[in-house]
């Protein structure tokens, strides 16, 4: 499934003393919002890691842990869509030269 990497909230710490990232992710074509929590100390912050920096980017290989809930599986194989840095860019006003 491929998804816009909607939203990456800063690193908070759980009681446990856990710092986990939450990561929100709208589905293609269905537009469907959903979200996940990543933990730098598990394995699966690796495909993860890269694409926290780019907010905004499209993934792919994206899969649910539990639809109902709109969790997307945190250890889902994410990768880039397309090419690496393909962020939704803003349209910048054009300049009238007189």
């Known amino acids: 499934m491929t998804a816009l990497l909607s939203k990456v909230h800063p690193p908070k710490v759980n009681a446990k003393g856990d710092t986990y990232i939450k990561v929100e992710l709208i589905t293609q074509p269905d537009k469907v919002w959903g979200y996940t929590f990543v933990c730098p100390e598990h394995y699966n912050f690796g495909n993860w890691e890269e694409k926290l920096d780019h907010q905004g ?35 910048s006003q054009l300049q009238l030269n007189l």
């Open 57 to 91: 980017v499209w993934v792919k290989n994206i899969s649910w842990y539990n639809q109902k809930k709109k969790i997307f599986d945190a250890d889902s194989k994410v990768a880039f869509y397309k090419d690496k840095y393909n962020k939704t860019k803003a349209v």
